[in-house]
């Protein structure tokens, strides 16, 4: 199981950290990705990390302002996310799949949260 946390309502300009925590399993083994979905669209990917931690990729709607990170020792994986903008809200969720280097498509993960709003209005 995926946990998503940390959304909530934040001022454009401003930060947020999210945290994907695993029970259940480690994640040790598994790349991830963080993907998000705006009411109306598909949903995209924003960011994904190889399992050995060497491997990052952003997408060019959020690359220099959110910074992926994992603490396996933690089971948990984090999207920070600096300099919000209002076309940054949208429903942010985590996703595993056992494989050493990440996919950026919603098809190559299996495992999935349940999602965290995330919400960036004055």
């Known amino acids: 199981q995926l946990v998503e946390s940390g959304g909530g309502l934040v001022q454009p300009g401003g930060s947020l950290r999210l945290s994907c925590a695993a029970s259940g399993f480690t994640l040790d083994y598994f790349a991830i990705g963080w993907f998000r979905q705006a009411p109306g669209k598909e949903r995209e990917g924003v960011s994904c990390?190889?399992?050995?931690?060497?491997?990052?990729y952003y997408s060019d709607s959020v690359k220099g302002r959110f910074t992926i990170s994992r603490d396996n020792a933690k089971n948990t994986v984090y999207l920070q996310m600096n300099s919000l903008k209002p076309e940054d809200t949208a429903v942010y969720y985590c996703?595993?799949?056992?494989?050493?280097?990440?996919?950026?498509?919603?098809?190559?993960?299996?495992?999935w949260g349940q999602g965290t709003q995330v919400t960036v209005s004055s």
């Open positions: 990390i190889s399992s050995s931690d060497i491997t990052t």
């Open positions: 996703a595993a799949d056992h494989r050493t280097y990440p996919g950026k498509l919603p098809r190559d993960y299996v495992y």
